[in-house]
Every structure is written in structure tokens, then in C-alpha cells.
């Protein structure tokens, strides 16, 4: 039997070979995403009128520029766009009647209904204003994304590819301002994206993002509406499977749209950060958990803390470099603001820490809402 100091060892020697481990991975997802490919702008060959489903919550930073974004497309057909409330009291409503006053804007709508139909809030709202859809082909959009000119065209332009049943777009973070934000959005591209277009390179992954999907009223039909998804946090990747499952591809937008981050507080920021882990942990819970090695600066501290010495610091600071490589390519890549390299030792810590911690409970709070997951499933959660 091996002693106390034997295991110690033992365990600082796992952590270590697994920093490195966690390097080399480090290493190819900065080789993946600059070699990600390219597309260039596009026109679809038939332009049809689209409509803009976008459910809103509260006056969140920049939201009239982004609507303003979206009035401003470059698109040789109609676009309805059409934004959602569950409540006339929300400070979201004087800001679209204040862009919609406003040339190009005056064809925005907006539409106040507080009617629930499960759990997901978002999914209500998409409900309630899906019934105003006057065109055929749906853009399902979020409201703190940030949209080029082109993106309605680039969605359409794809859509209308034979076999393809839906489209989706990647994501890049965005920092409204503050610490937490700076935090969020550094999840998003020191971690996730990275992780993402490994996941495709690879053909690991079929994602479908929440932060936009077009696909056809047609289509949206036949997987059973947006109903079918009322109960569900992972709305988007249900959706995704939905989609799949009628013999249809889910086309993945090679640009990346900005998702900005507005966190006030610790508080928010750690509910948000453990509601995307669990809920990841909860699709994909074998990937998830094989996604520690994907943290070699804190797994790397971990074999210094248990005495692995000059080797571990000299892993940890190699991890530091590897993440400073992989934020760079993403910044080349999809042409995103530098990141906030200094945070990165800290984002990798509370990364490495919120994955621990997923793993000690099934609770999630969103939009003020506590629930507890069962199976992807949204179930409510007095507390």
C-alpha cells in the first residue's frame, strides 16, 4: 500500500501529465481556428422576405444599437422584425418605441404578451410573437447579440443550400464594461469558441446555437413548433436535434456574431456561469468531463501546490503562453477586440473552479427564475 507521501506524489504527477496533456490541446485549437475556413460574403440567389424574431428582457446596454443594427441590413427583400415583452413595464419597451420612431427603423414591432407556456421564458416569449409572423422564413435572434450588415444574408444564403434545415451561428464574447463582464466574455473566447471549432474541425460536434437560428416556418412545423420546446434550457440544441431528425443538416455560420456580456454582480455572473455548465454537463456529460484536461494552467498549479515544484511552474507558465495563443488566433480570426490577457490566469482558475462545482447540484437560476434540471429538462425549484 502506498503511503501518504507516495499518493501525494502520485496525484501531483497525474495533474502534471495532464497539464501537459491540456497544453498540446491548447496548441492545436490555435492551429484549428486560424486555419478555420473562411467564406466570403454572399448573396442569396433568391431573396426572400424574412421575418426577425427577437424576444427581449429588460434595457439592456447597447440594445438600441443593435436593433438599429438590424433595420440597417443589407438584404434585397422585406424584413419584418418583430420583438416580444411579457411585461408593458419593462424599460426594453421605450427603447424599440424610440428606434422605431427613428428612420430606417420605422417597421419594427413590438409586442407586449405575458401569456407562459412552460418553464423557458424565452420560448413563451418566441410563442407569442411568432403568431405575428407574416413571412416564411424565421430568424430567431437574441436580443444582446451584435449583427453585421450582411447577416441576414449570409442565414438566407445558407438556408436556401440543398439539405439544410436550419442555420446557426457562432459566437464571440463582448464586454459591456466592468470585471464580470470582461470575465464573461473571456469564457466565451478563451474557452468555448476554441472548444467549438475543435469540435467541428474534428466532426465532434453538431451545435445549434441559441443566439441565432433561421430555419423555415415549414420546417419550424414539422419539428413541432416552438411548443415542443417550452420546457427545455437547451432550447437551441433541442431544436438542433429536432432538426436532424427530419433527415435535415444544421448548417454552423463560419463569422461569429458578438455576444455581450452585461453582468452587474458576482452574483449574476456566477449563475450564469454555472447555468451553462450544467447544462453542458447535462447534453454531453462523458465530453464534459474529459474537458478538465482542457485546463492546464490550473491543473498545472494543482501538481505545484502537492510538490511538483520547478516542472509544474514551468507547465503553468507554458499554459499561460498556449491561452495568450489561442486568444490571439481568435482575435485574427474573427476580427474580435483583444482580449484582457491579464484576467486569463483568473478566467482560467474560475473556469477549472465552476466545472468543480457543477458537479454539486442540479439547480440553475435565469432571469431571476430558479429551476432544477432533469435531464435538459427545466423543472421548478422553490429553493
Not at 254 to 275: D, P
Request: net charge neutral; glycine share 8%.
Amino acid at each position: 500500500m502506498l503511503s501518504a507521501g507516495e499518493l501525494v506524489h502520485a496525484a501531483a504527477d497525474v495533474f502534471l501529465v495532464g497539464a501537459i496533456v491540456g497544453c498540446a490541446y491548447l496548441l492545436v485549437a490555435a492551429l484549428l481556428v486560424a486555419a478555420f475556413e473562411r467564406t466570403t460574403s454572399a448573396s442569396p440567389d433568391a431573396p426572400v422576405p424574412v421575418t426577425v424574431l427577437m424576444p427581449l428582457c429588460g434595457g439592456e446596454p447597447g440594445l438600441a444599437r443593435r436593433l438599429t443594427a438590424l433595420c440597417q441590413q443589407d438584404y434585397a427583400a422585406p424584413i419584418q422584425i418583430v420583438c416580444g415583452l411579457q411585461s408593458a413595464s419593462d424599460p426594453a419597451l421605450d427603447i424599440v418605441k424610440t428606434i422605431a420612431a427613428t428612420p430606417p427603423c420605422q417597421g419594427i414591432e413590438c409586442h407586449v404578451d405575458g401569456r407562459l407556456h412552460g418553464r423557458n421564458r424565452k420560448i413563451s416569449n418566441l410563442i407569442n410573437i411568432a403568431r405575428h409572423a407574416r413571412h416564411d422564413t424565421f430568424i430567431l435572434v437574441d436580443s444582446d447579440v451584435e449583427v453585421a450588415p450582411n447577416f441576414v444574408a449570409e442565414l438566407v444564403d445558407a438556408l436556401q443550400r440543398p439539405g439544410v434545415g436550419a442555420v446557426t451561428c457562432l459566437y464571440h464574447g463582448v464586454a459591456a464594461g466592468g470585471l464580470w463582464t470582461r470575465l464573461s466574455a473571456l469564457r466565451i473566447n478563451a474557452h468555448f469558441l476554441p472548444s467549438v471549432i475543435v469540435a467541428l474541425s474534428s466532426e465532434l460536434a453538431q451545435p445549434c446555437f441559441g443566439v441565432s437560428i433561421a430555419l423555415s416556418r415549414e420546417t419550424m412545423a414539422r419539428i413541432g413548433g416552438l411548443h415542443a420546446f417550452a420546457d427545455q434550457l437547451c432550447e437551441d440544441y433541442a431544436i438542433g436535434e429536432a432538426v436532424r431528425g427530419l433527415g435535415a443538416t444544421v448548417s454552423v455560420s463560419s463569422f461569429a456574431l458578438g455576444h455581450v456580456f452585461a453582468e452587474r454582480s458576482a452574483r449574476e455572473f456566477f449563475a450564469g456561469e454555472l447555468r451553462a455548465a450544467r447544462a453542458i454537463r447535462v447534453l454531453d456529460p462523458h465530453g464534459y468531463a474529459g474537458s478538465f484536461l482542457t485546463h492546464p494552467f490550473a491543473l498545472a498549479l494543482l501538481a505545484v501546490a502537492l510538490g511538483a515544484g520547478s516542472p509544474g511552474i514551468a507547465i503553468a507558465l507554458l499554459a499561460f503562453a498556449c491561452r495568450i495563443a489561442v486568444c490571439r488566433c481568435i482575435e485574427h480570426r474573427f476580427g474580435t477586440q483583444e482580449n484582457s490577457y491579464l484576467l486569463l490566469p483568473l478566467r482560467d482558475l474560475l473556469s477549472f473552479a465552476v466545472q468543480v462545482a457543477c458537479y454539486f447540484g442540479s439547480t440553475v437560476t435565469w432571469r431571476g427564475q430558479r429551476y432544477r434540471l432533469s435531464d435538459g429538462t427545466l423543472v421548478a425549484d422553490p429553493g
